[in-house]
């Protein structure tokens, strides 16, 4: 499905990361893979699962650095000429503060959290945008915390609903290049982000338990929408905030109490 396209993924921390399923299931279906890192600690960990999936491209970019991010444009510049798509996968707060009261939020990590999870969808945007192909796709992760409250998700939550508004703005400002911006949902999932939110194994139980499927979505099925939104199947789809969540959005009130 994904002959001839080539791709960046940014997020991978390790094979249980969604990034990490969904550049797997994107190589899978022959897309050419370029892996993005942030330090020489993620470096470490992306290089030997870049082998599984045959990336030759390695990245360093910096989001709260512009040079860094013009730097990776370059390389791909270099590398590819032009690019099909982008998969951002990345969103960082404090741990400490993903616990107890959003009231009691810092300034300083409200700042830091909001540019890296929010602005820097709208950075690689615009840098990479003079090298994206007619008909390129752009995939953020978002989670249900934007729009109702999850205990603990906290500063997240609004970080998320700004990644979300700002899907449909990217969406209409690339839409006249007819590249799309689109996002996933993703329900709780064992990864070490999630694990940073406290009590993280009481929320992945208690949507297991009442998700319309009954169960929580796997890493391979992310993968499988990500797909979907790369490939020209959703050639006619921008703007969308797209549940991958076995059914757990569309629960006012469980069943069973």
Not at 55 to 60: G, K
Not at 175 to 183: D, L, M, P, S
Request: aromatic share 8%; with cysteine; hydrophobic share 40%.
């Amino acid at each position: 499905m994904l002959r001839n396209k080539k791709g960046l993924v940014f997020g991978i921390a390790n094979n249980h990361s969604i990034a990490w399923g969904i550049a797997k299931q994107l190589a899978e279906n022959g897309a050419e893979i370029a892996i993005g890192y942030q330090n020489e600690i993620l470096f470490k960990r992306v290089k030997p699962l870049s082998k599984e999936i045959n990336s030759n491209i390695l990245v360093e970019c910096d989001f709260n650095n512009d040079d860094s991010i013009n730097k990776s444009v370059e390389i791909i510049k270099k590398e590819w000429g032009t690019l099909d798509f982008i998969i951002h996968a990345v969103a960082f707060a404090e741990k400490s503060e993903l616990n107890g009261r959003y009231i009691d939020t810092t300034k300083g990590n409200f700042i830091n959290c909001l540019e890296i999870s929010c602005f820097s969808l709208t950075s690689l945007a615009r840098s990479f945008e003079p090298i994206m192909n007619d008909g390129g796709s752009i995939l953020t992760l978002t989670f249900y915390g934007s729009n109702k409250v999850i205990p603990n998700y906290n500063l997240m939550g609004i970080a998320k609903a700004a990644l979300e508004t700002s899907v449909k703005y990217l969406s209409v400002d690339l839409g006249t290049k007819n590249i799309r911006v689109n996002a996933i949902s993703a329900g709780p999932m064992r990864t070490i982000a999630g694990a940073a939110i406290n009590n993280a194994r009481e929320m992945f139980k208690f949507t297991e338990q009442h998700s319309a499927l009954k169960r929580n979505a796997q890493l391979d099925e992310i993968g499988k929408s990500a797909l979907y939104f790369v490939s020209d199947l959703s050639s006619a789809v921008t703007g969308e905030v797209h549940y991958v969540d076995c059914g757990y959005n569309i629960i006012g009130m469980p069943s069973k109490l």
